[in-house]
């Protein structure tokens, strides 16, 4: 899985790849070269007192110890520069796909995972290329290359690397097995974590409301712990290789040095000796560092697991391959024997709905709480499909329509109404964002919202904080409501959007849309009977089927399920 990620989003950054690997080899061999060259200083210059040696050889040494760094500046360069740009590749993509997710697939893996996978996630695969190309394009060089020139320098005790390497990567090997587990478990309670941390903000208020800080308090607390105890258990893992394979290095100088002393004694030149204890030290340093990117990849393929579930899991919410561009009919909204169900769920939210909303009309949705209203709206601008039948916009099924053409004809009010961090203006313009000041000041005034919006001191340009934690809540919903009319959609859909008004706003909002929408086609789902009584039809539901249908006179006179409703709202006299 990481491979595959990596592949994919490493190609377009060949050619910085290519330039790595050659700064990087060149900075290998001649990390290769200097101990030879030390060694011939050694044996040729110091020993025999050739100061001239020892001078010319020393420039020498020095100018390819120049190399050698001026090659490591350029690989870290490119290095860094390519595992920077594959983070942004892989962050744009991930943002990419869960835009085109419709509220099924958010809801399958929950926004603080999205974000954890966008932000945690992809920081690890994007250090792991970091460490590659830094660390392990030399490393293997630098291992073949140390054992090469240490057979140079002297064969029998180059035996002493057919017990060291092999001891080191068993070490290595043994611990990391135990890391991968823990990997996987560190992301999820990083998930955990984020989840509780998200609630508790979100819902601040609530908590402080029902004086419950000391509860959330513990249950972060049980979520960091968690995530430590597991951090914790990788540390300690980590907290033995490091000591191990120190150890391993250390014995192995002993041993160099030990056996090394005697072959001195048959002939082996002092340089060699040092030569061949540097080349030691290099072989195992490179294992060393292909351990450090070892511990890394555990996690990091993890991580890139968790990427791919959201690469490659399809919305349910597709496009058509020739999707219809343009529409005859203005306005007109139809839902035949429309069903709904989530998927493993043993009852279907809705079923058997058939409704017809016109142009010029004004339909209100009405039932208990839980009877499939909003998912019934939420149907039109394809939040999610209908599992059955067809939900129609001017004759056409809403699944052949060009998306960018369903989201100029239908406009939508959600039941909770989200502002962006911005100005009131940004959140107006939201959908169309060539509307004018005057068209806004005009939509707010239809919204009654003009008046407090002039009350801010900046007025449009005033500052909305995220969720427009800023405004009260009837100031939020008002603020949507006019955000729809600066759009002018054909279809306005209105989900409980007139809850947080007072009856006196609520009814001169109510009077002002009518001559804004006289043309369009309105349908509006509502808890208040009073927002709704003077619709041209009102659609009643019940347990996700339509029960009733007319208007409010009519079905008053015939529609149990209605009058009850409207009962425990109004007297019978106000119904009548």
């Known amino acids: 899985m990481l491979l595959r990620l990596l592949r994919v989003y490493l190609r377009p950054h060949t050619k910085s790849i290519v330039l790595v690997v050659v700064f990087q080899f060149v900075q290998t061999l001649a990390t290769l070269y200097l101990p030879t060259l030390n060694a011939d200083i050694i044996n040729n210059g110091v020993i025999k007192g050739d100061t001239g040696y020892i001078l010319r050889y020393g420039g020498i040494m020095l100018a390819v110890a120049l190399v050698q760094i001026v090659c490591a500046a350029v690989a870290v360069y490119f290095g860094a520069k390519t595992a920077m740009g594959v983070g942004r590749d892989i962050r744009a993509g991930i943002f990419d796909r869960v835009?085109?997710?419709?509220?099924?697939?958010?809801?399958?893996?929950?926004?603080?995972?999205?974000?954890?996978?966008?932000?945690?996630?992809?920081?690890?695969?994007?250090?792991?290329?970091?460490?590659?190309?830094?660390?392990?394009?030399?490393?293997?060089?630098?291992?073949?290359?140390?054992?090469?020139?240490?057979?140079?320098?002297d064969v029998p005790l180059s035996a002493l690397l057919l017990v060291i390497v092999p001891v080191l990567v068993v070490v290595v090997t043994l611990v990391i097995r135990q890391m991968r587990p823990l990997f996987r478990t560190v992301q999820k309670r990083i998930d955990t974590v984020n989840r509780v941390m998200r609630e508790q903000i979100t819902g601040i208020r609530v908590i402080r409301a029902f004086v419950r800080d000391g509860y959330e308090q513990r249950r972060f607390a049980d979520a960091n712990g968690e995530l430590m105890d597991v951090s914790l258990a990788v540390g300690r893992l980590m907290a033995i290789m490091f000591p191990a394979v120190m150890l391993i290095m250390n014995l192995s100088s002993v041993a160099v040095l030990w056996f090394g002393g005697h072959r001195i004694g048959h002939g082996m030149e002092i340089g060699a000796l040092t030569a061949f204890l540097s080349y030691l030290m290099q072989i195992l340093m490179s294992v060393m560092m292909a351990t450090f990117m070892f511990i890394m990849v555990p996690r990091a393929e993890v991580c890139a697991e968790r990427i791919e579930e959201v690469l490659d899991t399809e919305t349910t919410v597709t496009v058509a391959a020739d999707p219809v561009t343009e529409l005859t009919v203005h306005g007109e909204l139809e839902l035949r024997n429309v069903a709904f169900g989530y998927p493993g769920a043993e009852q279907p939210v809705l079923s058997g709905i058939d409704l017809t909303a016109r142009a010029g009309e004004t339909t209100a949705i009405i039932g208990s709480t839980g009877s499939g209203k909003t998912t019934l709206l939420n149907l039109?601008?394809?939040?999610?499909?209908?599992?059955?039948?067809?939900?129609?916009?001017?004759?056409?099924?809403?699944?052949?329509?060009?998306?960018?053409?369903?989201?100029?004809?239908?406009?939508?009010?959600?039941?909770?109404?989200?502002?962006?961090?911005?100005?009131?203006?940004?959140?107006?313009?939201?959908?169309?964002?060539?509307?004018?000041?005057?068209?806004?000041?005009?939509?707010?005034?239809?919204?009654?919202?003009?008046?407090?919006?002039?009350?801010?001191?900046?007025?449009?340009?005033?500052?909305?904080?995220?969720?427009?934690?800023?405004?009260?809540?009837?100031?939020?919903?008002?603020?949507?409501?006019?955000?729809?009319?600066?759009?002018?959609?054909?279809?306005?859909?209105?989900?409980?959007?007139?809850?947080?008004?007072?009856?006196?706003?609520?009814?001169?909002?109510?009077?002002?849309?009518?001559?804004?929408?006289?043309?369009?086609t309105v349908v509006i789902v509502a808890q208040r009977v009073a927002t709704i009584r003077h619709a041209d039809r009102i659609i009643v539901?019940?347990?996700?089927?339509?029960?009733?249908?007319?208007?409010?006179?009519?079905?008053?006179?015939?529609?149990?399920?209605?009058?009850?409703?409207?009962?425990?709202?109004?007297t019978e006299q106000e119904a009548a």
């Not at 339509?546 to 009519?554: M, N, Q, S």
């Open 99 to 153: 835009q085109s997710f419709s509220v099924r697939e958010v809801g399958q893996f929950g926004a603080p995972s999205l974000i954890t996978r966008t932000t945690n996630d992809v920081q690890q695969v994007q250090l792991l290329v970091v460490i590659t190309l830094t660390l392990m394009v030399s490393a293997p060089i630098m291992c073949v290359g140390g054992i090469l020139m240490a057979l140079n320098q």
């Open 380 to 520: 039109v601008p394809r939040l999610f499909d209908a599992t059955g039948g067809q939900v129609l916009i001017d004759g056409v099924d809403v699944r052949q329509l060009d998306p960018a053409l369903l989201s100029r004809t239908v406009g939508m009010v959600p039941q909770k109404p989200y502002l962006f961090a911005g100005t009131v203006a940004s959140n107006l313009r939201y959908g169309n964002p060539d509307a004018t000041d005057e068209q806004l000041w005009h939509a707010l005034e239809v919204a009654q919202a003009r008046d407090f919006v002039e009350a801010m001191e900046e007025g449009l340009d005033a500052p909305i904080g995220q969720g427009g934690s800023n405004v009260s809540g009837g100031q939020r919903q008002r603020l949507a409501i006019a955000r729809m009319l600066v759009q002018q959609p054909e279809i306005y859909l209105f989900d409980d959007s007139f809850s947080a008004l007072d009856y006196a706003t609520d009814a001169a909002l109510r009077a002002a849309l009518v001559g804004e929408t006289r043309e369009a």
């Open 541 to 570: 539901l019940d347990e996700g089927r339509v029960v009733g249908t007319g208007t409010h006179e009519e079905l008053m006179a015939g529609n149990e399920t209605y009058r009850e409703i409207v009962l425990s709202q109004l």
